[in-house]
């Protein structure tokens, strides 16, 4: 059984702060995808990343994969309230073998 | 959104009862995926199916079933319901279908949520 581990498992900060958090397995991911979600809502796709080394930009949002494939992180820059959700990673490691992290539950604020 | 639909969207049922969740798609896409999200455990894939009358079993599927007669409908079954089946249920399909890899376009497991159904067992 692949397990994804995510780190920390809740965070709170201020409006304008920078965090991090982790995706971390002893497995190899051919491509891992995070996801964000929200209270009363299905996840919702941000990024795949796919090569070892791998950083992806979505504004504020800084996405990288580790080199051997088996850890990634998300950075906020200047976090806004807006932010506040579930942030969840998924590891992909063969056909149909799909592992969600438990997620990362962020809180914002203002 | 990938026209995804659920419903109902929130069940309260007795033990012992027979439930059935239903995910609509509106964009004909070959797989789809049936998830429970539970605190401590997240999203746990159930069953998926890769076509018409084509599924196959996830990793807790015990006291779960499905069918897919048509391409848009993807429906999970609960025989007879037990409390430890209290969850928040998800469907989700998959972004790219196997003519993306034929098409050397990438292979890449993204997935698309539905907004889920809240079921409750007494």
């Known amino acids: 059984t692949q397990l994804l581990e995510q780190s920390p498992q809740f965070l709170s900060i201020q409006e304008g702060e920078n965090l991090t958090v982790y995706c971390n397995s002893s497995s190899v991911f051919s491509s891992l995808q995070w996801y964000r979600q929200e209270p009363g809502e299905g996840p919702v796709l941000l990024v795949t990343v796919v090569t070892g080394g791998e950083v992806k930009k979505l504004k504020r949002l800084t996405f990288q994969f580790g080199d051997a494939r088996k850890d990634s992180s998300l950075h906020i820059t200047a976090a806004q309230p807006g932010d506040t959700g579930l942030y969840l990673c998924?590891?992909?490691?063969?056909?149909?073998?799909?592992?969600f992290g438990i997620g990362t539950k962020l809180q914002v604020i203002p | 959104d990938a026209g995804i639909t659920q419903s109902p969207r929130h069940k309260v049922t007795e033990t012992g009862t027979p439930v059935t969740l239903r995910c609509h798609q509106t964009?004909?896409?070959?797989?789809m995926y049936w998830y429970r999200q539970d605190p401590g455990h997240g999203l746990r894939l159930i069953h998926y199916?890769?076509?018409?009358?084509?599924?196959d079993k996830g990793e807790v599927s015990d006291g779960y079933s499905v069918s897919r007669s048509k391409t848009e409908d993807f429906l999970l079954t609960l025989e007879s319901a037990t409390s430890s089946q209290t969850s928040v249920y998800f469907c989700a399909i998959r972004s790219r279908d196997r003519g993306s890899e034929l098409e050397n376009r990438g292979y890449y497991n993204e997935q698309f949520f539905g907004p889920g159904t809240r079921l409750t067992v007494l």
């Open positions: 964009e004909n896409h070959r797989y």
């Open positions: 998924a590891g992909e490691g063969g056909y149909q073998k799909v592992t």
């Open positions: 199916s890769y076509g018409v009358k084509d599924t």
